[in-house]
C-alpha cells in the first residue's frame, strides 16, 4: 500500500509498536507466503512454525508468567493475531484455539490442572482442540448433545463433534458434553480427553479452505475419561463454554484485519505493475475507488477491533463491541479477498497466486467463532430490537 497504509498504525505506543515489529519479523522468519501455500497445497500441517511459535512464547502469550506465559494483555494479543493473519489466517486461527483452551484452563482449571497443563500451553508443549460444536448444535451451542454419563471415578462420554480444529493432530481435545437428562445450558461440562483414549476417534474433513490446519469430526464412543479431567465445577459447564467469547471474536477480527492489510498491499502492488490498455490498472478510476473503499473499511474494522482490545485489556465490558468488531472484520477480509483475486485476473485465479488461498480461507472467518449473522443478532438485540 502506499504512503498512507501504515496511518492507523499511529495510534500504538512504543511498547505496541515494538511487539508488532516483534511478531511481524517472527513471521517474516518462519513463514513466508510460499510456505503457507505449500501447506496450504499439501494439506500439510505447520508442525515446524508450530514448534517455533511454541518456542517464542506465542501459543499460551495471554497465560502469566508465573505459569511461564508472557502474561500479554488483550492489546499485545490483537497486535499478535493481526500479524499471525497478515502472514498465514489458516495457522492464526490455530493459535486461536490455542489461547481458548489455555483461557478455559487458567479461568477454571483445578491446581493440579493448572500445574500440569498450563506450562505446557506457555511453551507449545501440547496441542489442544476446541470441541463445542456439533451436526446439531451449532450457532445454537446449548443443543449439545453429546453426553458425559458419571460411573465411580470416571464419566462415560458418547457423541460426535464437528469441525474441531486440529483434532485430528492434537495431543487432546477439550469435549464440551452434558449430563444426560439435561438440556439447554444446564447440565454441560468441559472434559480433556487425550488423543489416545482408546474411545475417540478424529477425522479431517475436507474442507474449501484453512486446508494447512484443517477440521475434523470427533467421534466418542464409551470413551472413559477420569473424573478429574472435567474441567470447572458443578453447573459451571456453559460460562467455562463461555469464558473465551469475546477474546475468540476480537483474535479473529484481528487476524481478518491482518490479512486484509496484507491483501490490500499485494493487490496495490500488483495493480502498479500491471498495465493494459497502454497503463497500469491503478490508473483506472473504477479500480482506484474500490481499493479507496476497501482501504477505508479495514481502517475502520481495525479502530473497531483496537477499541475492543483496548476495553479487555481494561476490564471494560466488550461483549457488542466484539460482534461489531468480529463481523465488520470478517465481511471486509471476505470482500478485500473477493476484489483482490478480481483484480489479478486470471494470475489471481490460479493456485500460483496466494489471493485464491485468501479468498478461500477468508469465507471460513464468516462462519467460525460465530457466523455472521448471529454477530448481527446480537447487535440488533444490543440495539434495543
Ligand atoms: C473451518 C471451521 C473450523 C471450526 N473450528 C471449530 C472449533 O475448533 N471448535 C468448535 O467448537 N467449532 C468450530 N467450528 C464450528 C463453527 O463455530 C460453526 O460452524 C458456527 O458456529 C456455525 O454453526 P453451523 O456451521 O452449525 O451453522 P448453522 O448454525 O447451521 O448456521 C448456518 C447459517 O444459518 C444462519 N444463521 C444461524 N443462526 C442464525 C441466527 N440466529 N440469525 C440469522 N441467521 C442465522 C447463518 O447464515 C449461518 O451461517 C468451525 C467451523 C469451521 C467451518
Redesign the pocket.
Known sequence: MGPGANRMRLMEDTRESALREEFRAFFAEHCAPEYADECDARGRFPEELYRAAGQAGLLGACLPAEHGGRGEDATALAILFSEAGRAFPDFANLIV?QHLCATVLERFGSPEQRAELLPRFARGGIHM?????ERGA???VTALATTARRDGGEYVVDGEKL???GAHVADAVLVFAREPGTSGREGICALVVWSGNPGMRAERLD?LG?RATG?AMVTLTAARVPADARVGGDGEGWRVLRSGLDMERLATAAIATGASRFLLDRTIGYLNERRQFGRPLSGLQAVRHRLADLAMRTDAAELATMAVAHGLATGAPVHLDASVAKLAATETYMAVAHQAVQLEGGHGYTKDSVVQRHYRDAK?YE????????QR?IIARGLGL
Not at 367 to 374: K, L, T
Open positions: 484455539r482442540a476446541f470441541g463445542a460444536s451449532g450457532s445454537d469441525y474441531a480444529t474442507t484453512v477440521t471460513m462462519i467460525g467463532g460465530g457466523a455472521s449473522d448471529v443478532d
